[in-house]
């Protein structure tokens, strides 16, 4: 029992939560990254908002230099590479959970289901 509890506190213990975009965008994309000043609708920082699943696909579908989202290839999306980023990380002023960004990665690499280019 106390293994048990210990790997799990390691994180050891695979994540259980859906790698759907429903679920990125409630659980870690609207409040860590639709905050004020930042990828809000009022403040859409370059361009983005991910206050909700439609305006997180609008941000999706508007990227222009760099495809925010890569459907199956992580490295290749914008969304991912800021999220792991030691120059430009996003959000700037903390750093997500790994859990979090492990599920956006696995999102991705199950070629973002939810979300067509």
Known sequence: MTVTIALTACGTEPDSR???IDYIVDAVLAPQCAVAGCHTAASQAHGYAF????????????SRDQLLVDPGQPD????????ISSDKPMPP?????HADIELVKTWIDDGAPGYTP
């Open 93 to 97: 002023a903390w750093t997500l959970p």
């Open 76 to 83: 290749e999306s914008e969304l991912y590479v800021v999220l």
């Open 51 to 62: 206050d909700t699943v439609d305006d997180t696909l609008a941000a999706f579908h508007s």
């Open 18 to 20: 859906p790698a759907t």
